[in-house]
């Protein structure tokens, strides 16, 4: 009997103990489950900043780009200037040879006239203006200096007839040579030209480009600030627990300390010949009272979160949203509804989706999908307001992204009991119940089992 007793007691001890390391386990895994959201967050942190950096990057290369199409611009703007006064230089020219020609082509026209009038008058005298010539003279010398004269009008007007003639040839081509210059410079303005139009459209386009950039910069230093207040406040709540384990640790050592000089003390009684306070009375039966759970206690808690198989118990649980069975995401890999990134930490999804119908708004009842205890109902930047429920058998149920918290941390709940609304906190692309499964302990999501093998909708 005394070996009996003390092996109770012995027994009892050491429950106490397991259940205050299971409290000390649960508190150290609820610090591995916010360091592993502190690290994804770093991790989307440093991607978003990568990001930052190409972005940065390229739009130095697109300002540098367009400051030099500017340049070019400018150029050939400067280009465009000089070939236009070039031109209208060369067309003055144009102009004053055309007016010479012209001058020279009358000069032309009346020295032929005069030429031709000379020539009609001395064919239609013929001999006998020589004869009148003679007999006007006052002498022989006089009559040969008239005779020479006339020989030298001739020649004269034939002299004046060729120069003339060599006049107007020479500046037709200089006016052919001007208007070949002119056209030339032209198609150099015209090139220029269609370079200046092929610039501007390069330049808007880079313009238009480096527009998009500053957008994608401003959209991605947003989420970065996000991620700052979000890192913030996961760093807020992980040194909160840190404290908190700390006073766990502190009350559950003076707890043990007080049951060890407990069963120091019962242990001292049985040797002395003390009653064994486990035997049941002669006058009363024992009652199984105390030793059964009533229906309303928190169920056994998992001594470990070593992961075990889905225990037989768990078959009953049901569905979390009663009035609403569409699964917008299902259990497994996927591209990540926020970022868009189909590697990383977030894009394994570890539960279900439960969205409300198409236009609903959020402030849908979510009950508890079996009986048991609240482990956690709180806020977090991540999971919104989220609840964890422990079923027993190390199989834990978690409800995430909700509107209203309607449970507290060490409440029991039963079935079926509304414990919250269908929200969108957190990291939510719109009102959903995140619904996850877990089994063999609830710190990390390595723990997480798809929830199809549990529950099925209505």
Known sequence: MRSRYRRLICLAGAFILLAGSMLGVRASGDLESRQDRIDAIEEEQDRVQKKLDELNENREDASAYIEGINKELSQTEDSLNELQDKMEETQAEIDA????????????????????????????????????????????????????????????????????????????????????????????KEEAVAKQESLVTLQEAKTEELQNLNEQISENQDLMADYDEALKGELEEFRAMEEAIREQEAKESAEASLAAEKTEAETTLVADGGEDPTAASPEKPESSEGTQPTQTEAPTKAPTEAPTKPPAVNT???????????????????????????????????????????????????????????????????????????????????????????????????????????????????????????????????????????????
């Open 97 to 188: 040879a055309q007016a010479e020609l012209e001058a020279a082509k009358v000069t032309e026209a009346e020295q032929y006239d005069q030429m031709k009038l000379r020539i009609q008058y001395m064919y239609e005298k013929g001999d006998t203006y020589f004869l009148e010539l003679l007999f006007d003279s006052a002498d022989l010398s006089d009559f040969l200096n008239q005779a020479e004269y006339i020989s030298r009008i001739s020649e004269y007007d034939r002299n004046m007839l060729t120069a003339y003639q060599e006049t107007k040839q020479t500046i037709a081509d200089k006016t052919e040579e001007l208007e070949a210059a002119y056209a030339g410079l032209d198609t150099l």
């Open 316 to 458: 009953g649980f049901i569905w979390p949203v009663p009035s609403c069975s569409r699964i917008s995401s299902g259990y497994g890999g996927r591209d990540d509804p926020i970022t868009g990134e189909s590697d990383g930490t977030l894009s394994d999804h570890h539960g279900i989706d439960i969205a409300l119908p198409g236009g609903a708004l959020a402030g849908a009842p979510i009950v508890a999908a079996a009986d048991g205890e609240v482990i956690i109902s709180r806020f977090s930047s991540s999971a919104g307001n989220w609840i964890i429920l422990y079923h027993g058998n190390s199989t834990y149920t978690v409800y995430m992204h909700c509107q209203k918290l309607l449970v507290s941390a060490g409440d029991t709940v039963s079935q079926g009991e509304t414990i919250g609304l269908v929200g969108s906190t957190g990291w939510s692309t719109g009102p959903h119940l995140h619904f996850e499964v877990r089994v063999g302990g609830f710190s990390t999501s390595a723990y997480s089992r798809n929830p199809l093998n549990y529950v099925s909708p209505p």
